[in-house]
C-alpha cells in the first residue's frame, strides 16, 4: 500500500493531554467527513475543521510507496541522540483512511511511540501506543474506546455528558476556533468547572505561533 501524506513536521503537541511534548506530525491527505475544499464545507458531515490536508505539496509531503520509506523519513526529523522517546503524531484528514498495520510497525521498528488522532469513524487497528478521539455531531461514533477523547465545543446537537460511558482514560474539551473562539473558549471553561472530569484544551501552537 502507499501512502499520501500532505506534511511531515517536528513541533510541539498543540492540544490536549500530551500538550507540549515534541513530536514528528504525520499528516495523511484526505477525509471522509469533508473534501477539504471550502466550496464543501456547507454540505460535509465536518463543518469545523480547521486543517489543510488537500494535496501532498507540504514540507515531506508526496506519495510513499513503502511503509518503511515514510517511517525512515519520519525518523529523520527526530533530534538524533535526543533521549527522550521518540513520537509520532498520526493526523490528517482522517489518518485512519491510510494508517494500517505495517506502517505502525515500520514506525515502531524506527523507535517511535505512535500516537493518533482521528475522528472515531473508523475502528482503529491494533498496536497504536495513544488513541485521541474527536467525535464530530451527526456521525457514527465506531471508536468507542482509547486514550482520550477531546471534544471540539459547542456543536450543536452534541451534549458532552453522553460520552462520559465511553471506555476513555482522559475526556478534553476544546474549544471550537474561528471568529467565535473567545466565546467558545468562555463556554469550554465553564463547562469544565462544572464538570471536572473534562479538561480544558486549547491549541497553544497557535497562542505560540508555531505549526
Not at 519520519?74 to 482522517?94: H, I, K, N
Not at 464530530?136 to 465545543?153: D, I, P, Q, S
Amino acid at each position: 500500500m502507499s501512502y499520501a501524506v500532505k506534511e511531515l513536521f517536528y513541533s510541539l503537541q498543540g492540544e490536549g493531554r500530551h500538550a507540549g511534548r515534541p513530536a514528528v506530525f504525520c499528516r495523511f491527505t484526505g477525509c471522509n467527513l469533508w473534501s477539504g475544499r471550502e466550496e464543501d464545507r456547507a454540505r460535509a458531515f465536518c463543518r469545523v475543521c480547521d486543517t489543510d490536508f488537500v494535496g501532498t505539496e507540504g514540507p515531506g509531503g508526496g506519495v510513499y510507496q513503502a511503509a518503511r520509506d515514510l517511517a525512515a523519513r519520519v525518523r529523520l526529523l527526530w533530534p538524533v541522540d535526543s533521549g527522550a522517546q521518540p513520537y509520532v503524531v498520526c493526523t490528517g484528514g482522517e489518518p485512519l483512511l491510510q494508517l494500517d498495520a505495517p506502517l505502525i510497525a515500520a514506525l515502531h521498528d524506527a523507535g517511535f511511540e505512535v500516537g493518533l488522532e482521528t475522528n472515531g469513524t473508523i475502528a482503529p487497528p491494533d498496536g497504536i501506543d495513544w488513541i485521541c478521539v474527536s467525535p464530530k455531531a451527526g456521525t457514527e461514533l465506531v471508536a468507542r474506546c482509547g486514550n482520550e477523547l477531546k471534544l471540539l465545543y459547542p456543536q450543536e446537537g452534541v451534549d458532552p455528558s453522553d460520552y462520559l460511558n465511553l471506555a476513555f482514560g482522559h475526556f478534553s474539551l476544546q474549544p471550537i476556533d474561528g471568529r467565535g473562539l473567545e466565546v467558545n473558549t468562555q463556554l469550554a471553561l465553564r463547562y469544565c468547572l462544572k464538570n471536572p472530569r473534562w479538561h480544558l484544551s486549547l491549541q497553544i501552537h497557535k497562542l505560540l505561533g508555531i505549526r
